[in-house]
């Protein structure tokens, strides 16, 4: 069985039966069709919605060790954008190219994927293609501004926009120090004075 850990669902949209192919080499199916997207397809920042359309566009073709599958998925893809949180909604075309091999060969590749029956399942390997393919860093568009670090203003929806005073609010405390007669560096030219010990010699006597 090619998934130990989860049996196969022939009603799931992402299980193919290939025994129409009758496992005569040469034999080929097309598969279009519209099924729902399984849970948790994605990465933190940005994924497939559950029950969102994937539309495939397959074809399986029976060659000597098992049934090849090549073609394409279409989904559709929801995230946050990093730079203004706003919602980044996009459509992802990814290519599945896969041999699925038969119970019983052994194929040169130990980590080939496998058929379980009939049943193909394609739900790991659309997986793999989608999240290789997901943005780590989401950007609702390539040249987004972002939000004003001082308001949290989306300044895509203001470009002009900008304070009064452009600075910091932390630098402008440190501003107000400068002119009020306290000299920094006074507490460093003091520190060698506080160095000498007092009544450390008597200490060192009392041994
Ligand atoms: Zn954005
Ligand atoms: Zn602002």
Redesign the pocket.
């Known amino acids: 069985m090619s998934s130990p850990h989860r049996p196969l669902n022939p009603r799931s949209g992402l299980v193919l039966d290939t025994h129409e192919l009758g496992r005569r080499a040469g034999a080929m199916k097309v598969v279009r069709t519209s099924v729902e997207a399984p849970a948790d397809l994605g990465i933190s920042v940005i994924g497939v919605p559950l029950g969102s359309p994937v539309e495939l566009d397959l074809r399986l073709e029976s060659v000597v060790e098992g049934v090849l599958v090549s073609g394409s998925a279409v989904v559709e893809v929801r995230g946050e954008c990093v730079r203004c949180l706003g919602e980044v909604s996009d459509q992802l075309e990814v290519g599945i190219q896969e041999l699925f091999v038969y119970p019983g060969m052994e194929p040169d590749d130990t980590l080939a994927s496998r058929l379980a029956g009939d049943l193909i399942d394609l739900e790991p390997l659309l997986r793999d293609e989608v999240v290789l393919d997901l943005p780590f860093q989401p950007l609702c568009r390539e040249d987004c501004s972002g939000l004003?670090?001082?308001?949290?203003?989306n300044l895509n929806d203001?470009p002009g926009?900008?304070?009064e005073s452009r600075l910091d609010p932390r630098w402008a405390a440190l501003h107000g120090l400068e002119g009020s007669g306290s000299e920094p560096y006074d507490v460093l030219q003091t520190a060698p004075r506080a160095m000498k010990f007092p009544g450390e010699s008597a200490r060192r006597n009392e041994e």
Do not use: F, K, L, Q
Not at 148 to 153: L, M, S, Y
């Open positions: 004003c670090v001082e308001c949290g203003a203001n926009h900008r304070h």
